[in-house]
């Protein structure tokens, strides 16, 4: 009875635009309510016991990190780097913005973070070079759902502490098909552009390449610091975020002196309020996920897709388009906590390894970002250009196309996410 309740509720506040953390904890206050058998304290102590864990430290530090870096002055730097490299294809600008995407995509782990940095200078740029509007907007939005597959990744370290999968592994795993997704992105872009006659914005020059580089090193090294520590064991995820933050700090501080000391408490103040969306998210989907499982729905919804069919590619199918409208109408955090279980029930039937798995979810959710209602990548870019959702949505189809191409690739051709992930260790 508690299920229904549960799901019932929850279907009701979406629809009344509740808030995503309110309407999940509500319908969890009500489920228990009428469950009987606990009493209300549980919200509490589930909410606490949801968040209380080392791994989960690294996803407030690494979007503290990332507030750090955009405030001290690496913005410009990339882009000018990103422009050198791709710049001189047709549709330049629209280029430079994914590849700029997947540069910031290795600082902050969250698309939303880089689609606003990145936005606020290339959406402005590219319409004043004669861009149309919305499709400005749809590169990039397009280009901000890297920053959820290219490590490190927020919904990445929630999969692994949801599954208990390594979350260095996890890492490795998205680092291919984050690259895919970039090059063909670029790809369409440069179709697009070179149709309607968007040009490049500087021939291609190895001194432009190297000069910018030379400027850019000190901002490209954070995601190095990053990566290369986990990856080669010297720190764990939620320790490398620590060390992104410090390195962060450093660099706006006392190398580039874009941040003051009357700088640091709004910038503190930024990343708290950011991380503190996130953790009460996680906070509240604890609770439901927790009546969920007393109640056995994981295991129950999972026996229901695998009572339609025992084909292990029909089931990834299967799998794959729950993710997508799933991440269409709810939140990538609430998504991964609700979901999950789940889906990791069915591992086993499916035939591959929870790392390429935990790939596979944060792929189809991050094509979410992307799609109304719920697309935050859709949402901060028509904010930033002033286009209607509507008419972005549009723009995006030719890009929203080739994400599901990349994403049954990278379902069924397993060497994409797991020829680096088997080289780090557990």
Known sequence: MAAEFLFLALILLFAVNTPIAIAIGAASVIAIIAQGDFPLMMVVQRMFAGTDS????????????GVIMEAGGISRRIIDFANS??????GGLAAVTIVSAMFFAGISGSAAADAAAVGAILIPAMKK???????????????????????????????????????????AAGILPGVLIGISLIGVSTVISRRKGYAGTTPFSLSLVFSTFRRAILALGAPLIILGGILFGIFTATESAAVAVIYALGVGMFVYRKIGIRDLFPIFRDGAVTASIVMFIIATASVFSWIAAIEDIPARLAGTLLGMTENRVILLLLINLVLLIAGTFVETTAALILLVPMITAMQPALGISMIQLGAIVVTNLAIGMLTPPMGICLIVSCSISGDSIGAVSRRILPFLGILIIDLMIITFFSPITLWLADMVAK
């Open 129 to 171: 070079s004669g861009y149309e509007s919305d499709f400005a907007a749809a590169v990039q939005a397009s280009g901000g759902s890297i920053g959820v597959i290219i490590p490190p990744s927020i919904p990445m370290i929630i999969f692994g502490f949801l599954t208990g999968a390594s979350i260095g592994q996890l890492f």
């Open 85 to 90: 490299l791709v710049g001189w294809l047709p």
């Open 54 to 65: 080392f791994h989960l430290m690294a996803v407030p530090l690494f979007m503290f990190a």
